[in-house]
């Protein structure tokens, strides 16, 4: 059967020759579609030269867009943000069929997309300076500039939005971008360049390179790059932080996470489990921000019992999605067998499970351990599937001194009816991102989105005002224009 987009293109433009490599002349991976396991197209893993040629066109392109002033530069995300609604099925079910996801997951995701640049396109009333007369006649300004070409290294969980966290805000602000997306979802890619350049965005201010950890390599080595943003697993944060500042890089490198839910007797039953197994099952699992481990304060069985009673009732197919590849699949399978030799009892098994007519497809349903301790495996790696621990305390102390002990940090919850308990969690998590009665704590637009520990490595943050300091450098300026202006101690 031919395959569906054959090998995804390289988007390096204003490059006369393209490539010196034909995309279809490298060393291709096979893309699947997660829930049929069908080969849907082949990406090219570039290397340095792909690399080489996308910075030198972005950089040719960068005196003319930086130039052009910043509420010019938002107009191309206000005509972008109008494309991705109108393109919004059409990109969703590109989601879906790339990434696995079901629809209502995929819409959310570019909904998300058009939420970001919103945020974009008020940066001009955002990003206005500074200016103060420090002593007589003498004034002090500051002014925010672009790095540069900058490069954007995105995973396969989210193919429209995290590209979408980083682009409109490192172009608005006036720089030129390289973005390498997960080689395992790499046609979102091509239509948000295809729409950016439709919005109006000149030739050559996006670079798209595909690949994987050779692309990953030659973007952090390569001293034409002035800034690095990357989100991943932690394994790879690691890896590209380490490398993308050895070459006197800025680097804000996103990592994998381990979330916490406490849960507290007085939590109100509906709410908190409809929360707990939204926020464990969407998405597969597959989120950065999907709670993975629940902690149980006391009794809280009746949150327990309900918990099992929707996990029951979802179809797995249509209320969850595959989970990305079979290795994952196979990994996942492993965290459930080992947990269980251990001790821990299964309360809902999503080993085995199945989708009519579908039977290819990488599934794998909602899943629900008890009694699962600290010290396993599970309870502390990041499992990233459709799979829920429950480790049991006496108290709250003991559940955040659990929480404080895990290496992650992305985000913590809490489900309690008592302010006290609420702010006491607030305050003493070791996440950056905490909720109350919410499964999914992450801030929206204008709130940074960005976590702690081994979950973030970097200054700043990768959406909303954390992201103006990372893609921008100040620049400060002293004037004295009259001869009677006033001279002290400084000047
Ligand atoms: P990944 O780390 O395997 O891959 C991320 C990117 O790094 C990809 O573009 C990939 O090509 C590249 N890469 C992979 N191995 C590499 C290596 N050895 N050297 C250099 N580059 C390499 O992540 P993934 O599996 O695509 O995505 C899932 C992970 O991302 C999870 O851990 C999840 O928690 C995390 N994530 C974090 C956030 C956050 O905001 N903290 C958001 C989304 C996803």
């Known amino acids: 059967m031919p395959l569906k987009y054959a090998t995804v293109p390289n988007v390096i433009a204003d490059t006369p020759g393209s490539s010196p490599r034909a995309a279809a002349d490298l060393d291709r991976l096979d893309v699947f579609n997660p829930s049929d396991g069908s080969v849907i197209a082949q990406v090219p893993m570039s290397g340095h030269p792909e690399v080489d040629l996308a910075v030198q066109a972005a950089r040719r392109a960068f005196p003319g867009w930086s130039g052009t002033p910043i509420k010019e530069r938002v107009q191309v995300f206000y005509r972008y943000k109008t494309l991705l609604e109108q393109n919004i099925d059409e990109l969703a079910a590109l989601v879906t069929e790339e990434n696995g996801k079901i629809t209502s997951e995929a819409r959310a995701e570019v909904l998300k997309s058009a939420e970001l640049c919103e945020f974009a396109c008020s940066l001009p009333q955002i990003v206005t300076g500074q200016v103060l007369e420090v002593s007589r006649g003498v004034e002090c300004r500051v002014e925010r500039y672009p790095l540069g070409v900058v490069a954007c290294i995105t995973p396969f969980n989210f193919p429209n939005m995290v590209p979408n966290w980083s682009l409109p805000n490192a172009l608005a602000l006036g720089n030129t971008v390289v973005l390498k997306p997960s080689e ?65 890089k800025r680097c804000l490198a996103l990592g994998g996470a381990k979330n916490h839910l406490i849960v507290m007797p007085d939590a109100d ?202 893609w921008t450098q100040a620049k400060k300026m002293t004037t004295k224009w009259n001869r009677e202006a006033g001279t002290n101690w400084m000047s």
């Open 184 to 248: 395992m979802v790499p046609l979102s890619s091509i239509r948000i360049a295809e729409l950016l350049k439709e919005a109006g965005l000149p030739d050559g201010v996006l670079q798209i390179v595909q690949g994987g950890k050779e692309t990953v390599e030659a973007i952090c080595d390569h001293t034409g790059i002035a800034a690095v943003s990357f989100v991943g697993s932690t394994k790879v944060a690691k890896i590209v932080y380490r490398r993308a500042t050895a070459t006197l």
């Open 269 to 470: 039953v509906e709410m908190a489990s409809g929360n707990i197994v939204a926020s464990m099952s969407g998405c597969a699992g597959q989120r950065c921000m999907a709670a993975s481990v629940m902690i149980a304060v006391a009794n809280v069985d009746p949150v327990i019992a309900r918990m099992v009673e929707q996990m029951q009732a979802m179809v797995t197919g249509k209320d969850v999605g595959p989970v990305i590849s079979p290795a994952a699949k196979a990994r996942i399978i492993q965290f459930i067998d080992e947990a269980e030799a251990q001790g821990a009892k299964v309360l809902v098994d999503g080993r085995g499970a199945t989708v009519p007519g579908r039977e290819n497809g990488f599934w794998i349903g909602p899943t629900l351990i008890d009694h699962v301790t600290p010290d396993m495996k599970i309870a502390q790696e990041e499992v990233f599937g459709p799979v829920m621990v429950i480790v049991r305390t006496r108290d709250v102390d003991e559940a955040l001194r659990v929480e404080n002990a895990s290496p992650y940090g992305n985000a913590a919850s809490v489900f309690t009816e008592s302010g006290g308990i609420a702010r006491k969690v607030m305050e003493r998590a070791s996440a950056g991102m905490v909720g109350v009665n919410v499964g999914v704590p992450v801030p929206r637009e204008p709130f940074s989105f960005g976590g702690w520990n081994d979950s973030k490595f970097g200054v700043g943050d990768i959406t909303g005002h954390g992201s103006i300091e990372f």
